[in-house]
Nanobody
């Protein structure tokens, strides 16, 4: 089992910045991808950004150019730097990790979520 613990959410004014962190722990053999998703009230969970072990990055169009995903593989940690935040960025942000076990079977894991509120 893999556990994901997020931190860094909170209240920020429009135009402000926040940095989210997520640490993966547990029986990790190999992480293939880590990423961030978000879910606003009444909406479906949506992809924000992902990063592969090889460093490939993917962003939602709505955050491209404002958010930056990075990782520290030695610490099994993924970060999301969010700049120029808008009210529509407000949501619960979830960390996601796809980890393979020793038999190379991949499983998706989710964190408990961290609230991001953008309001003046």
């Amino acid at each position: 089992q893999v556990q994901l613990v997020e931190s860094g959410g909170g209240l920020v004014q429009p135009g402000g910045s926040l940095r989210l962190s997520c640490v993966a722990s547990g029986k990790i053999f190999h992480i293939t991808t880590m990423g961030w998703y978000r879910q606003a009230p009444g909406k479906q969970r949506e992809l924000v950004a992902t990063i592969t072990r090889a460093g490939g990055r993917n962003y939602a169009d709505s955050v491209n150019g404002r958010f930056t995903i990075s990782s520290d593989d030695a610490k099994n940690t993924v970060y999301l730097q969010m700049n120029s935040l808008k009210p529509e960025d407000a949501a619960v942000y979830y960390c996601n990790c796809n980890a393979e076990d020793v038999w190379r079977v991949g499983t998706d894991y989710w964190g408990q979520g961290t609230q991001v509120t953008v309001s003046s």
